[in-house]
Protein backbone atom coordinates (compact mmCIF):
# COMPACT_ATOMS: atom_id res chain seq x y z
CA UNK A 1 0.00 0.00 0.00
CA UNK A 2 2.92 2.44 -0.95
CA UNK A 3 0.72 4.73 -2.62
CA UNK A 4 -1.88 5.17 0.41
CA UNK A 5 0.90 5.87 3.12
CA UNK A 6 4.50 5.93 3.76
CA UNK A 7 6.49 6.54 6.73
CA UNK A 8 9.07 9.49 7.77
CA UNK A 9 12.88 9.15 8.95
CA UNK A 10 11.35 8.44 12.49
CA UNK A 11 9.29 5.91 11.69
CA UNK A 12 6.02 8.14 11.85
CA UNK A 13 3.14 6.97 9.31
CA UNK A 14 2.47 9.77 6.46
CA UNK A 15 -1.28 9.39 4.95
CA UNK A 16 -0.59 10.16 1.21
CA UNK A 17 -4.26 8.99 0.28
CA UNK A 18 -7.25 9.53 2.12
CA UNK A 19 -9.35 7.53 -0.31
CA UNK A 20 -8.83 3.93 -0.41
CA UNK A 21 -9.91 2.51 -3.84
CA UNK A 22 -11.04 -1.54 -3.62
CA UNK A 23 -8.00 -2.25 -5.56
CA UNK A 24 -5.60 -1.21 -2.98
CA UNK A 25 -7.97 -2.29 -0.11
CA UNK A 26 -6.27 -5.85 0.57
CA UNK A 27 -2.61 -4.27 0.61
CA UNK A 28 -4.06 -1.80 3.18
CA UNK A 29 -5.82 -4.61 5.25
CA UNK A 30 -2.08 -6.30 4.77
CA UNK A 31 -0.36 -3.12 6.08
CA UNK A 32 -2.91 -2.94 8.90
CA UNK A 33 -1.93 -6.38 9.92
CA UNK A 34 2.04 -6.21 10.12
CA UNK A 35 2.23 -2.94 11.39
CA UNK A 36 4.34 -3.39 14.69
CA UNK A 37 3.59 -0.01 16.33
CA UNK A 38 -0.43 -0.66 15.24
CA UNK A 39 -0.09 3.36 14.11
CA UNK A 40 -2.46 2.47 10.80
CA UNK A 41 -6.15 1.50 10.80
CA UNK A 42 -8.81 2.14 8.30
CA UNK A 43 -12.12 3.98 9.42
CA UNK A 44 -15.24 3.01 7.11
CA UNK A 45 -16.58 6.67 6.72
Known sequence: AMEVFDQ???GIAI???E???A???DDV???IA???AA???LVDQ
Open 34 to 36: VCP
Open 15 to 17: LLE
Open 39 to 41: AIR
Open 19 to 21: QVG
Open 8 to 10: DDD
Open 23 to 25: EQL
Open 29 to 31: REA
